[in-house]
């Protein structure tokens, strides 16, 4: 025991001398945990501020939010509208012509679709106070259009004429600027869907306001299936007003779209055999139709209900319900119902849709369409002649195709005005983004619309036509293509919806702001990884003409009148004429004494003269040549001097962003050499995601385009006063 006793202490000795050593032993090994775990903290919250900011950036790209942005930068920095050509459809319309002067606004909407360019509006001031009620309702939706995609100052734009602002000085207004905050946020609807909805219960028993407010609802509800914007625009259909209830039919069918959901149906199919009101029945249609769209065969059973039913607007409806359900597959049995059905029904509305309803299924196989409507193209009744002609719109949109340039030619002189109409609606949409070096018929064609507005005698409908089809054809400032396909060959539903209810233009004129919906942008814009756009070159191995934008319209000259010629009667003719008979007569005599006194001098000189000719002949020989030798250099080097001009380079280099034609596509090329290059290889259009080969460089990026933020009611800025000077006489 002792001897553990001593061993002990011995312990306790060595332990206390070493105590010292252990303790700051201790405390630089916690420091050094400490440091470790400080910097494991940092390196745990890097990563996570990374991921956050990746997770954003996917949410972005998911919602998006980052392509509408950039789209919308590229449509404003590329707008290429030529305001001649609008300058000339406002002189074209006469003052008390309403249905011009909308044509005009509705050219307007579809030129700067998405440019946020309202310059015109601006300096027009007082030719756009012109437009009342409806037409109102129209030109306020129409800001929507020219401001669509513009989510960050879109409420800000349409702020003078929303409900809440306007002071109810005008429901139309009111109304329009609803349905134009809808067309802004298609893309990002849940922004603004809960103020549309709190507009539409506040709205009272205000129809105007009503109708903008479901169809803004419907919108921004795009195929959500929202509960609440159900419930809201079913309760508004069941009030059984015309107007709010045409509207709540379609918001119910854009809010539904593509859902197929039973309830649905139910309550719309059941109200619509009960109203009597034709158009919520259309209304309603319309919003069955886009229950089902894409569906195919799960829409037969619908389609048969809808196509035995006995009111003509009920089978109007399934006629869209095919076009819809079946768009872009081409199915046979499908062309095959359409078919019987355009030559059978005894509607002229069914059998009109039955044709255009061709169309949507024949999308993804364009040149199939001309030959099979070839022969209702030229069928006696006008009404399978105009869905003819809209059906190879929509089938051929942007391809160019001269079949179906060639159908659609003789239809433009057809002998009814909404014949004309549709064939010049249907040609725009053939020709858009098409140049005049890919198809010599572009410009004849835009000569014919130029004609027909500035012609007064012209029926109103074809005027109206050709308006349209000038917007149309200069859709997005020049950038912006029809399209109810995606990059990657899918279904745009949005595209598909947008085109169907822009058809019902025939019934209802609003709804032609619709088409903007199938409008995309064609062009290419590389992005980093950071989503931002850097500044990069790529080449077209193609001569700059053949994609080059259309050359821009020289405004009439003015030509001054002259003077009026006075009226002369034939008795003073007679005397004048005696008159000067007497006095010719007289210089003759003069003559003849004159000629015989000079004969004998005349002699005697000649002999002089002939000498004089003798010598200078061959001089003068010798200069003659001397001068053609001149002549033809000249004209050789002028020859050169044009083929000089005319010679073009095989190839353009373009720089990010940049417009992109579809047929262009395949020429696009990118230098091995350039920093950046795309992920994805192959044909590349609409947002490119680019690879960084030298990260470690500074980025150079593009800077953004300034977009328009204030409403056009609102004056433009005071300027700032100059800068201090010294005046010196």
Same mark, same amino acid.
């Given at each position: 025991?002792?001897?553990?006793?001593?061993?002990?202490?011995?312990?306790?000795?060595?332990?206390?001398?070493?105590?010292?050593?252990?303790?700051?032993?201790?405390?630089?090994?916690?420091?050094?945990?400490?440091?470790?775990?400080?910097?494991?903290?940092?390196? /745990?919250?890097?990563?996570?501020?990374?991921?956050?900011?990746?997770l954003?950036?996917?949410?972005?790209?998911l919602?998006?939010?980052v392509?509408?942005?950039?789209?919308l930068?590229?449509?404003?920095?590329?707008n290429k509208?030529?305001?001649?050509?609008?300058?000339?459809?406002?002189?074209a319309?006469?003052?008390?012509?309403?249905?011009?002067?909308?044509?005009?606004?509705?050219?307007?909407?579809?030129?700067?679709?998405?440019?946020?360019?309202?310059?015109?509006?601006?300096?027009?001031?007082?030719?756009?106070?012109?437009?009342?009620?409806w037409?109102?309702?129209?030109?306020?939706?129409?800001?929507?259009?020219?401001?669509?995609?513009?989510?960050k +100052?879109?409420?800000?734009?349409?702020?003078?004429?929303?409900?809440?602002?306007?002071?109810?000085?005008?429901?139309?207004?009111?109304?329009?600027?609803?349905?134009?905050?809808? /067309?802004?946020?298609?893309?990002?609807?849940?922004?603004v869907?809960? @103020?549309?909805?709190?507009?539409?219960?506040?709205?009272?028993?205000?129809?105007?306001?009503?109708?903008?407010?479901?169809?803004?609802?419907?919108?921004?509800?795009?195929?959500?299936?929202?509960?609440?914007?159900?419930?809201?625009?079913?309760?508004?259909?069941y009030?059984?007003?015309? /107007?709010?209830?045409?509207?709540?039919?379609?918001?119910?069918?854009?809010?539904?779209?593509?859902?197929?959901?039973?309830?649905?149906?139910?309550?719309?199919?059941?109200y619509?055999?009960?109203?009597?009101?034709?158009?919520?029945?259309?209304?309603?249609?319309?919003?069955?139709?886009?229950?089902?769209?894409?569906?195919?065969?799960?829409?037969?059973?619908?389609?048969?209900?809808?196509?035995?039913?006995?009111?003509?607007?009920?089978?109007?409806?399934g006629?869209?319900?095919?076009?819809?359900?079946?768009?872009?597959?081409?199915?046979?049995?499908?062309?095959?119902?359409?078919?019987?059905?355009?030559?059978?029904?005894?509607?002229?509305?069914?059998?009109?849709?039955?044709?255009?309803?061709?169309?949507?299924?024949?999308?993804?196989?364009?040149?199939?369409?001309?030959?099979?409507?070839?022969?209702?193209?030229?069928? @006696?009744?006008?009404?399978?002649?105009?869905?003819?002609?809209?059906?190879?719109?929509?089938?051929?949109?942007?391809?160019?195709?001269?079949?179906?340039?060639?159908l659609?030619?003789?239809?433009?002189?057809?002998?009814?005005?909404?014949?004309?109409?549709?064939?010049?609606?249907?040609?725009?949409?053939?020709?858009?983004?098409?140049t005049?070096?890919?198809?010599?018929?572009?410009?004849?064609?835009?000569?014919?619309? +130029?004609?027909v507005?500035?012609?007064?005698?012209?029926?109103?409908?074809?005027?109206?036509?050709?308006?349209?089809?000038?917007?149309?054809?200069?859709?997005?400032?020049r950038?912006?293509?029809i399209?109810?396909?995606?990059?990657?060959?899918?279904l745009?539903?949005?595209?598909?919806?947008?085109?169907?209810?822009?058809?019902? @233009?025939?019934?209802?004129?609003?709804?032609?702001?619709?088409?903007?919906?199938?409008?995309?942008?064609?062009?290419?814009?590389?992005?980093?990884?950071?989503?931002?756009?850097?500044?990069?070159?790529?080449?077209?191995?193609?001569?700059?003409?053949?994609?080059?934008?259309?050359?821009?319209?020289?405004?009439?000259?003015?030509?001054?009148?002259?003077?009026?010629?006075?009226?002369?009667?034939?008795?003073?003719?007679?005397?004048?004429?005696?008159?000067?008979? +007497?006095?010719?007569?007289?210089? +003759?005599?003069?003559?003849?004494?004159?000629?015989?006194?000079?004969?004998?001098?005349?002699?005697?000189?000649?002999?002089?003269?002939?000498d004089?000719?003798?010598?200078?002949?061959?001089?003068?020989?010798?200069?003659?040549?001397?001068?053609?030798?001149?002549?033809?250099?000249?004209?050789?080097?002028?020859?050169?001097?044009k083929?000089?001009?005319?010679?073009?380079?095989?190839?353009?280099?373009?720089?990010?962003?940049?417009?992109?034609?579809?047929?262009?596509?395949?020429?696009?090329?990118?230098?091995?050499?350039?920093?950046?290059q795309?992920?994805?290889?192959?044909?590349?259009?609409?947002?490119?995601?680019?690879?960084?080969?030298?990260?470690?460089?500074?980025?150079?990026?593009v800077?953004?385009a300034?977009?328009?933020?204030s409403?056009?009611?609102?004056?433009?800025?005071?300027?700032?006063p100059?800068?201090?000077?010294?005046?010196?006489?």
């Open positions: 025991e002792e001897e553990e006793e001593e061993e002990e202490e011995e312990e306790e000795e060595h332990t206390e001398e070493e105590r010292p050593l252990l303790t700051m032993k201790m405390v630089t090994d916690d420091g050094k945990k400490e440091e470790e775990a400080a910097q494991d903290i940092a390196a /745990i919250r890097q990563a996570d501020v990374k991921q956050r900011q990746n954003e950036l996917l949410r972005t790209i919602t998006g939010e392509s509408t942005e950039r789209f930068e590229f449509l404003c920095s590329h509208t030529d305001i001649t050509i609008l300058k000339a459809i406002k002189s319309v006469e003052p008390r012509d309403s249905i011009c002067h909308l044509g005009a606004l509705f050219a307007h909407s579809l030129m700067y679709a998405g440019t946020t360019v309202d310059s015109f509006l601006r300096a027009n001031l007082d030719w756009l106070a012109r437009a009342t009620n037409a109102k309702f129209s030109a306020t939706a129409g800001l929507g259009v020219l401001h669509k995609g513009h989510v +100052e879109g409420r800000n734009v349409m702020a003078p004429y929303l409900p809440a602002n306007s002071g109810g000085t005008s429901p139309f207004s009111e109304g329009g600027s609803l349905y134009a905050l809808g /067309i802004i946020y298609v893309d990002d609807g849940l922004e869907l809960g @103020y549309l909805l709190h507009a539409l219960r506040t709205a009272g028993t205000h129809e105007v306001v009503m109708h903008g407010g479901c169809l803004g609802v419907g919108l921004t509800s795009l195929g959500t299936c929202q509960a609440s914007a159900f419930e809201l625009l079913k309760g508004i259909l009030s059984d007003s015309a /107007i709010a209830g045409e509207a709540a039919g379609l918001g119910i069918g854009l809010c539904m779209c593509g859902s197929a959901s039973q309830e649905a149906l139910d309550d719309m199919l059941h619509a055999q009960e109203t009597q009101h034709e158009k919520i029945i259309r209304g309603v249609g319309m919003g069955i139709a886009m229950l089902f769209c894409g569906h195919e065969e799960g829409a037969d059973a619908i389609i048969d209900q809808l196509t035995l039913d006995k009111d003509p607007i009920l089978r109007y409806s006629m869209y319900t095919i076009a819809l359900a079946y768009c872009g597959t081409g199915n046979n049995s499908a062309i095959r119902r359409l078919l019987r059905v355009a030559v059978s029904d005894v509607s002229e509305d069914v059998r009109r849709a039955a044709v255009t309803a061709l169309g949507f299924l024949l999308i993804r196989t364009p040149e199939k369409c001309p030959e099979i409507v070839k022969l209702l193209a030229e069928s @006696y009744n006008p009404h399978v002649r105009y869905g003819a002609a809209m059906a190879v719109g929509i089938a051929c949109a942007h391809t160019g195709l001269e079949e179906a340039i060639e659609l030619e003789p239809m433009m002189s057809d002998s009814l005005d909404f014949v004309r109409q549709g064939a010049m609606l249907a040609m725009a949409m053939v020709l858009i983004q098409c005049e070096a890919q198809n010599p018929k572009v410009a004849s064609v835009r000569k014919v619309f +130029e004609k507005i500035a012609d007064k005698h012209e029926d109103v409908m074809a005027r109206f036509g050709a308006m349209l089809a000038s917007g149309i054809i200069d859709a997005g400032g950038n912006v293509t399209s109810l396909l995606s990059v990657l060959g899918h745009r539903m949005p595209a598909v919806v947008g085109m169907a209810v822009f058809l019902q @233009y025939w019934y209802w004129y609003p709804l032609i702001h619709f088409l903007s919906l199938s409008f995309t942008p064609t062009c290419i814009i590389g992005l980093n990884k950071d989503l931002k756009v850097p500044k990069l070159a790529m080449r077209s191995e193609a001569r700059p003409s053949l994609f080059a934008y259309p050359s821009p319209v020289t405004p009439p000259s003015t030509v001054a009148l002259g003077k009026v010629q006075t009226a002369v009667l034939s008795a003073s003719i007679r005397t004048k004429t005696r008159a000067q008979k +007497e006095k010719e007569k007289e210089k +003759e005599a003069k003559e003849r004494e004159a000629m015989q006194d000079e004969s004998a001098s005349s002699v005697a000189a000649a002999d002089q003269i002939a004089a000719t003798s010598t200078t002949a061959a001089a003068g020989s010798e200069v003659d040549v001397q001068a053609m030798e001149d002549v033809t250099v000249t004209s050789e080097k002028e020859k050169e001097e083929e000089k001009e005319k010679a073009e380079p095989s190839f353009e280099t373009l720089h990010n962003p940049t417009r992109i034609l579809p047929d262009q596509q395949r020429y696009i090329v990118f230098d091995p050499d350039e920093r950046y795309p992920v994805k290889r192959g044909k590349v259009s609409g947002i490119v995601v680019l690879r960084d080969t030298s990260p470690e460089r500074p980025e150079e990026l800077d953004p300034v977009l328009t933020k409403s056009v009611t609102e004056e433009d800025p005071e300027p700032e100059p800068e201090p000077f010294e005046y010196i006489e």
